[in-house]
């Protein structure tokens, strides 16, 4: 029964130590990462969005299935500018870029599986599309009442974000 004891309080010891050497080594990693994103967003955003930067929806219907919105960027530098990932704040809501009548993607949460990177090059003063899809039936009966969603855009020279909110109906 001693050893059991003894057995016991070292395997937790272990562990507890294994923990705090991961949680410091993911911390570290934070560090650095934040550090790379502050060097990178001083630079000059190149991407701009055209017009409203939110949509509201307004009064929707469950039961009336998925709606969306088409939203507008463009470069506005002189170089060609990377949208490198794309990704949304729930599972209920899926961006598509649309870039000379490609359409690429769907692209969810981030939380939800893998975000690949898109790569894509946006030229001098071109245009894109990013087609947000919000499904008001994902979350069940308890997705009824207000919702606000986002999707990220990520780049090199700093990100956008777009916005869109809707009350849900049954």
């Known amino acids: ?27 570290k990693a934070g560090q650095v990462n934040n550090l790379e994103a502050s060097v990178s967003s001083s630079a000059e955003n190149k991407l ?17 299935g998925s709606v969306s919105k088409i939203f ?24 598509t870029l649309i870039l000379n009548r490609k359409r690429i993607g769907p692209f969810g949460m981030a939380g939800h599986g893998f975000i690949p990177r898109i790569k894509k090059d946006l030229l001098a003063g071109e245009e894109a599309q990013i087609e947000v899809v919000f499904d008001p039936a994902a979350h069940g009966p308890a997705g009824v009442g207000p919702i606000q969603r986002a999707v990220s855009i990520e780049s090199p020279g700093g990100g956008l974000e777009l916005e869109i909110s809707a009350l849900v109906k049954p």
């Open 72 to 95: 507008t960027i463009r470069n506005n530098g002189d170089k060609s500018a990377v949208i490198d990932k794309i990704y949304t704040s729930c599972m209920c809501t899926n961006a």
């Open 1 to 27: 029964m001693k050893n059991y004891k003894e057995i016991t309080i070292i395997a937790g010891i272990t562990v507890l130590l294994f923990g705090g050497l991961i949680w410091l080594a993911s911390s």
């Open 48 to 64: 701009a969005i055209i017009g409203d930067s939110s949509f509201d929806f307004g009064e929707i219907s469950m039961a009336k």
